[in-house]
């Protein structure tokens, strides 16, 4: 399912908390996003559009709840940056940041050990 970065953003407030009416939403971005409250509940009805959210009416508000998974979108979407700059392959990604200096320590450890894991499960 394909949303896009706005929508993404009004996903992630759901992602965090849900059910959310509208209003909610509004108020869990106003600090973050400089959007009109129309702009929002425009993003929550193309969500909805798509599948990628579900709406229950309750009195006269409806509460919305994503039907997408954050897991699940997360692993569309970097699949899809793979293949689209990298071939698919993670190592160039990896060498990519190298190069550019974007690894910390912190980064190369925690990779390490990723690595030193998934040789393990091999054995």
Partial sequence: MQISEAESVVMDVLWRAHPLAA???VAALSDRQDWQEATIKTLLNRLLNKGAVRAEKQGRRYLYAPVLKREDWVLDESQGLLKRLFDGRVAPLVA?????RKLSRK??????KLLEEI???QR
């Avoid at 980064?107 to 390490?112: F, N, S, V």
């Fill in 119 to 121: 040789d393990d499960e």
């Fill in 107 to 112: 980064d190369i450890a925690e990779l390490r």
């Fill in 23 to 25: 209003e909610d939403v």
């Fill in 96 to 100: 990519h940041f190298s190069e550019h």
